[in-house]
């Protein structure tokens, strides 16, 4: 619940019935993942077949041939184009703007802090304040890239807030509540 990504991982599994089983285990994390994918980050899949898939484009353009069926891409060549632009400006420029959300929001920020705890200091052992600990200080890690983000100062955060809203509106005009972005049907364009 407290990854970005993760919810669009979760989100494409969903949307193409993938079943799947959602758990974090720190140890798994920094042991086996880490050796596997030289990284400790999130999400990871693991196939049934044990291979281990990290990055949200990796992970939906490996499983998307494998699960043909509901495709998020579409066909024609000019669209997955702009699907490919949008998805990347959403991924990789839009996060500036969900990390404000997240971090400058009071209510947000207490919610994630407590996830934190819960997921990584409950991994480690660790409940009550221990946990609370453990999510205070990955909180602080995270905080500490708002500047590099554009979202660190007062005014900052401002032009970001009202960024997301102005554009929230202008893509609900668009795209409606019952429409897709790009065609009749969801893909990653339309997330």
């Known amino acids: 619940m407290f990854s970005y990504y993760s919810a669009k991982t979760r ?21 086996r993942i880490r050796e596997e994918t030289n990284e400790v980050m999130i999400p990871v899949v693991e196939t049934p077949e044990g291979e281990i898939l990290q990055d949200t484009t990796v992970i939906i353009d490996t499983l998307e041939p494998r699960h043909p069926e509901r495709p998020v891409f579409p066909n024609d060549p000019v669209m ?18 969900a990390m404000n959300t997240r971090w400058n929001d009071p209510v947000s920020k207490q919610f994630v802090i407590s ?9 480690m052992g660790l409940s009550g304040k221990d946990a609370m600990a453990i999510g205070e200080r990955v909180a602080g890690q995270m905080q500490s890239y708002l500047p590099n983000l554009g979202v660190g100062d007062v005014a900052q955060r401002a032009t970001a807030t009202s960024f997301f809203e102005s554009a ?24």
């Open 11 to 31: 989100a494409y599994l969903s949307y193409k019935r993938i079943p799947f089983v959602e758990l974090y285990d720190g140890n798994d994390m920094r042991g």
């Open 80 to 97: 997955l184009l702009l699907t490919r632009i949008v998805e990347f400006t959403i991924d990789e420029l839009w996060i500036s703007t």
């Open 115 to 123: 996830e934190f705890g819960r997921r990584i200091g409950g991994s």
């Open 168 to 191: 929230s509106i202008a893509l609900n005009e668009v795209v409606g509540p019952t429409r897709f972005a790009l065609g009749p049907r969801p893909s990653l364009g339309s997330e």
